[in-house]
């Protein structure tokens, strides 16, 4: 005896939502009301549905006239009519056609439907509560909305997951509890916030607010345009054109003080390296205020060798006067060398607009070890005339000692005289 029943497509769009048609099939098992069903007459049925949607039952070929739907208003004896704007195709396609501007929204309020609004050419399919998260207000042209209680009503919009919201223009949104409010604007994660035209929030708990604003990690804050916080706990503070990095070492924010500026909290220290090897570069390390630089002899070639006199007596000509950088407001003032003149003084380094921390450490150095071989020249000579000065100190002694016993002879000679 045949029936009619509502048949089931599953698999639409690949999300597991459903749609329903109705076709005219025999069942090998029907339905009776009040009767348990039998395992193995449910995997009966079931292939028979499935049979049916992969066109094995006389589903319509592409571009043929495509099978009948059921509207319940036809329910109970009456004939449906063939409606075309949805087809069923023999290999498993499915269409479903409409026009923009033309149509009411098929379903309201709350429930879990699948639903395709032509009138906007959007789809939603999931669950929606009472707060009407897939009712008309909350639907934008060309929008998708997939998942639990999500919105996406502005054009192009994208949202999926679990209470998420995409109220920006072509923007996207996935994972939970989590907005997008601006356009362009795109999250990932939960519990986030993206607000300002191309904003960046993804992770946990972080927040883009800001005209091309990013937060990636947890907890972060880009709070002002154009800024970037990355990590944890990173805080551009409110600063434009700031960029923060937080590491995990502490439960508070790195903050950022002032605008367009670079700040990393790293408790680990810092390793930078210019060498695909990683031999070459700079270190700070932990909880310390100094930079230190490769200097190995391992990572040197070509050494020769200098002659520090020379390098001494040029440092003596080298100008070297205090300044202060041009746009630095800060009054502050530095002292040093210009790198044109150290340049064309030692000819280090490729150019001479700036000087290397190693070159300049490097000249000092050399200095004084010329200044030491000029001293210890110096002080050898003054040596050798201090013992000549010496010597001839003692020579002198002697001669006085001796005119001195001569003196004292002579004024023995004279008492005796006297005496007489």
Not at 281 to 292: E, F, L, N, R, V
Request: with cysteine.
């Amino acid at each position: 005896m045949k029936r009619t029943y509502l048949k089931v497509a599953a698999g639409l769009l690949a999300l597991g939502s459903t749609v329903a048609l109705a076709q005219t099939l025999t069942l090998p098992h029907p339905f009776v009301a009040g009767a348990p069903a039998k395992a193995s007459e449910l995997t009966a049925n079931f292939q028979t549905l499935i049979d049916a949607m992969n066109g094995k039952l006389g589903a319509s070929d592409p571009g043929s006239t495509a099978n009948s739907l059921t509207h319940p208003a036809w329910e109970g004896g009456a004939t449906a009519p063939t409606i075309t704007a949805f087809r069923v195709q023999r290999g498993g396609g499915v269409v479903a056609a409409g026009s923009l501007g033309y149509g009411l929204i098929p379903a309201s309020g709350e429930g879990i439907r699948m639903m395709w609004h032509p009138y906007k050419g959007a789809f939603r399919a999931g669950g929606a509560s009472a707060a009407g998260e897939f009712d008309e207000g909350n639907i934008g042209f060309y929008s998708w909305a997939g998942g639990n209680r999500t919105i996406a009503n502005d054009y192009t919009s994208f949202a999926f997951g679990d209470q998420v919201t995409v109220t920006g223009a072509s923007a996207v949104g996935f994972g939970a509890n989590s907005t997008v409010d601006g356009n362009f604007g795109f999250s990932s994660g939960s519990q986030n916030t993206c607000t300002g035209f191309v904003c960046t929030s993804v992770g946990y708990l972080n927040t883009a607010d800001g005209q091309g604003a990013t937060a990636i990690g947890y907890r972060n804050v880009a709070d002002a345009d154009y800024s970037m916080a990355l990590g944890r706990y990173a805080d551009v503070d409110g600063r434009t054109g700031a960029f923060v990095w937080g590491d995990a070492s502490i439960n508070s924010a790195a903050l950022a003080t002032a605008n367009n500026q670079f700040l990393v909290r790293a408790a680990g220290g810092f390793r930078f390296r210019t060498k695909s090897d990683l031999t070459t570069g700079c270190d700070i390390a932990a909880s310390t205020g100094t930079m230190t630089c490769t200097s190995s002899r391992d990572v040197k070639q070509d050494f020769r060798a200098v002659d520090p006199v020379a390098i001494l007596n040029k440092v003596a000509k080298l100008p070297i006067t205090t300044w202060k950088y041009r746009g630095d407001t800060s009054g502050g003032r530095h002292l040093g060398p210009m790198a044109q003149d150290f340049k064309a003084a030692f000819n280090l380094g490729t150019e001479d607009t700036s000087i290397g921390v190693l070159d300049e450490g490097g000249v000092a150095l050399a200095a004084i070890q010329g200044l030491n071989r000029k001293l210890e020249a110096k002080l050898e000579e003054k040596t050798a005339e201090t013992a000549r000065l010496t010597a001839e100190t003692e020579t002198l002694k002697a001669e006085v000692a001796t005119l001195r016993a001569q003196q004292a002879e002579i004024l023995k000679r004279l008492d005796a005289l006297n005496v007489d």
